[in-house]
């Protein structure tokens, strides 16, 4: 099976800068993947990582290691449409995906 | 642009009533797809995969003769949700990918359900 944690509740700031940190058990791996989920919508693909290091795409980047089990999601130059759910999902043997129960974040003017 | 296409994206109906939802891949072939369910303020919980041609796989505790799932083509599953009841009343969301190695799932808009 697999277990995904990640905090519940972040807040930060217009402009700052924000990281997201997800662990994660799992067996058989695929690479983890970064979704952003507006209230009430479908998420929305941020980035995918298979090899252990930093992928930088735009203001998101996304870091993966895969011996610890960890990854984390760094938003810079925040905006206030970025309040959003972001949601840790590794994807399994199989190619399914598990979504952890996603962080809120709340982006204060 | 949407590269899955989901509908319809509100139903609302009476307890006992069969709804179907419907999932397509609009520019790629899927021989893949998933269905999730999400209730408010929870993750998005894998209910099923939909294989092309064959069976579809269950997650644990997912009822399949509740939950009918039929990938009848490459761009096309469908989920009927049978004798719907309040309880069932959920954002339901499928997905697919790409065959290609590395490539995400793209997630329809979701449907949401509200069974009176």
């Known amino acids: 099976g697999q277990n995904i944690d990640q905090p519940t509740e972040m807040t930060a700031t217009e402009g700052a800068i924000v990281q997201i940190n997800c662990t994660y058990q799992t067996s058989g791996f695929n690479g983890l993947f970064w979704y952003q989920q507006h209230a009430g919508e479908a998420p929305t693909f941020l980035s995918y990582n298979v090899l252990d290091g930093l992928e930088e795409k735009g203001r998101f980047s996304s870091f993966l290691s895969r011996s610890k089990g960890y990854s984390y999601l760094l938003l810079k130059e925040l905006q206030m449409k970025d309040s959003a759910s972001y949601l840790c999902a590794p994807s399994g043997s199989a190619r399914q995906l598990t979504f952890g129960s996603g962080t809120q974040l709340t982006v204060l003017p | 642009g949407a590269v899955v296409s989901q509908h319809p994206s509100w139903v609302i109906c009476k307890s006992g009533t069969s709804v179907k939802i419907e999932c397509r891949s609009l520019?790629?072939?899927?021989?893949?797809m998933f269905w999730y369910r999400q209730f408010p303020k929870q993750s998005l919980m894998l209910m099923a995969t939909s294989n092309e041609g064959s069976k579809a796989t269950y997650e644990q505790g997912v009822e399949k003769d509740k939950f009918l799932i039929n990938h009848a083509s490459l761009t096309l599953s469908t989920l009927t949700v049978t004798s719907a009841h309040p309880e069932d009343s959920s954002f339901y969301i499928c997905?697919?990918?790409?065959?290609?190695?590395?490539?995400?799932?793209?997630f329809g808009d979701g449907t949401r359900l509200s069974i009176l």
């Open positions: 997905s697919a990918r790409r065959q290609i190695s590395n490539q995400p799932q793209h």
């Open positions: 520019d790629f072939q899927a021989t893949t």
